[in-house]
Structure formats: structure tokens, C-alpha cells
């Protein structure tokens, strides 16, 4: 899988749940809502304050591996 920032948090969280606490550690505590499993990446670091683009790399270093 290749994350993006258009890459929905619920699909990367089926994909492997491992990746948890990437979103876990932005402030993203939520992760069980529909609603923040059905926003984008982008969307959530908006909201959070957080860099899309180094999640982006965070997420897809990890789940390369």
C-alpha cells in the first residue's frame, strides 16, 4: 500500500493496524469514530496541526517494511 494525502485513515488502519500509533501520536485519539476512520490524511492533519507530508513519510517508511 502507498499512502498519499488523499489516502483515507480507515483504509491505511485495514491495511495494518500497526500503523495506529502514527495517528495516535498527532493527537488523533478517535481512531474507533467512523467519522476520523473516513477523513483523509490531509484532512486530519489540517485539523491537527500536523505536516501531511512527514505522516506520509512516517506511514509509508513503516508499512514498506
Do not use: Y
Not at 498519499?4 to 485519539?29: E, Y
Not at 478517535?30 to 505536516?51: M, T, Y
Amino acid at each position: 500500500m502507498t499512502v498519499t494525502k488523499d489516502t483515507i485513515i480507515g483504509d491505511v488502519l485495514d491495511f495494518n493496524a500497526d500503523a495506529a500509533p502514527f495517528f495516535l501520536d498527532m493527537g488523533m485519539h478517535c481512531l474507533g469514530c467512523p467519522a476520523s476512520r473516513g477523513e483523509s490524511i490531509g484532512e486530519a492533519c489540517q485539523v491537527h496541526g500536523v505536516d501531511a507530508d512527514e505522516l506520509v513519510k512516517k506511514l509509508n517508511d513503516f508499512l514498506s517494511k
